[in-house]
């Protein structure tokens, strides 16, 4: 049974920077997982921010970036901003299906 | 503008087969760079990928491990739109549930969400 694994929850303060991360139990996340990441607010659908690693939408804001790190996709805020208080989700492929992680919770304090 | 419009029953008894529909505009049902998913979302289980239908030449059904037995995703090509459809529902199927399009892996335009709800 595999598994995505995201940090429960996360706390950053107004202008920092934070990495969210997203880890496989099969290994090691490549590009080749297609990781895509998603915001959302209580009440809305999931937004979507990036996919295939790191490339941005039109309306991703800037201070929105996706890398590999660590053997694990990563989602960084830099200048986060209090409307960035959400919770993220990333998502993966595994050669015809996809899954989700649980998801972050990030607080902005 | 891609856009998609759900439409389904939002009550379904238990046992019985939960049924929705997502309408296609502004772009192909039958695309060669795209695929069809339906996602749900529960407090129980999150989101979760459930499956999705795509035309390489021929047509293709991918599913979630989770309920590769129950569902069934079809295209509808005279109506452009496609089908989701999941048997005997219990009330853990009871979720939010999303039609989304997938062009080349950019998982990126979302229906407006169908919550059904499994009770008798």
């Known amino acids: 049974q595999t598994v995505v694994t995201q940090e429960p929850s996360l706390t950053v303060s107004p202008g920092g920077t934070v990495t969210l991360t997203c880890a496989s139990s099969?290994?090691?996340?490549?590009?080749?997982?297609?990781p895509n990441w998603f915001q959302q607010k209580p009440g809305q659908a999931p937004r979507p921010l990036i996919y295939s690693t790191s490339n941005k939408y039109s309306w991703t804001p800037a201070r929105f970036s996706g890398s590999l790190l660590g053997g694990k996709a990563a989602l960084t805020l830099s200048g986060v901003q209090p409307e960035d208080e959400a919770e993220y989700y990333c998502?993966?492929?595994?050669?015809?299906?996809?899954?989700f992680g649980g998801g972050t919770k990030l607080t902005v304090l | 503008q891609v856009q998609l419009q759900q439409s389904g029953p939002g009550l379904v008894k238990p046992s019985q087969t939960l049924s929705l529909t997502c309408a296609i505009s502004g772009d192909s049902v039958s695309s060669n760079s795209v695929a069809w998913n339906w996602i749900r979302q529960s407090p129980s289980r999150g989101l979760e990928w459930l499956g999705r239908t795509y035309y390489r030449s021929k047509w293709y059904n991918d599913y979630a491990v989770s309920v590769r037995s129950r569902i069934t995703i079809n295209p509808d090509t005279s109506k452009n739109q496609f089908s989701l459809q999941l048997n005997s529902v219990t009330p853990e199927d009871t979720a939010v549930y999303y039609c989304?399009?997938?062009?080349?892996?950019?998982?990126?335009?979302w229906g407006q969400g169908t919550l059904v709800t499994v009770s008798s």
């Open positions: 989304v399009r997938d062009l080349n892996w950019a998982v990126a335009w």
């Open positions: 099969t290994g090691a996340v490549t590009s080749g997982y297609y």
């Open positions: 998502l993966l492929y595994y050669g015809g299906t996809w899954m």
